[in-house]
């Protein structure tokens, strides 16, 4: 699998910040791909396209953070998590 580039949550579900520069790669083109898409509009265009491909953006960055976490996503309780397993 490589290095990862996201760590998990220590509460609640999914990863947290990146802590890889790969990972502050994928998050600095996410935002700068969304911020060009909001101000790609105009008046003119239809709002639900843009809704569409940033909800794509945001399904992709989503599956990278998934497949390049250090540990699986699943609910996690803080430092009491290991007692629980």
């Given at each position: 699998?490589?290095?990862a580039?996201?760590?998990?949550?220590?509460?609640?579900?999914?990863?947290?910040?990146?802590?890889g520069?790969?990972?502050?790669?994928?998050?600095?083109?996410?935002?700068?791909?969304v911020?060009c898409?909001?101000?790609?509009?105009?008046?003119?265009?239809?709002?639900?396209?843009?809704?569409?491909?940033?909800?794509?953006?945001?399904?992709?960055?989503?599956?990278?953070?998934?497949?390049?976490s250090?540990?699986?996503?699943?609910?996690?309780?803080?430092?009491?998590?290991?007692?629980?397993?």
């Amino acid at each position: 699998m490589g290095k990862a580039w996201f760590r998990v949550k220590k509460y609640g579900y999914g990863a947290g910040l990146p802590y890889g520069w790969q990972g502050w790669t994928v998050i600095t083109l996410y935002a700068a791909a969304v911020t060009c898409v909001a101000l790609s509009g105009t008046d003119e265009d239809h709002p639900w396209r843009y809704l569409a491909i940033i909800a794509c953006l945001t399904a992709i960055v989503v599956f990278v953070a998934w497949a390049k976490s250090d540990q699986s996503w699943r609910w996690r309780h803080g430092d009491d998590d290991a007692s629980r397993n």
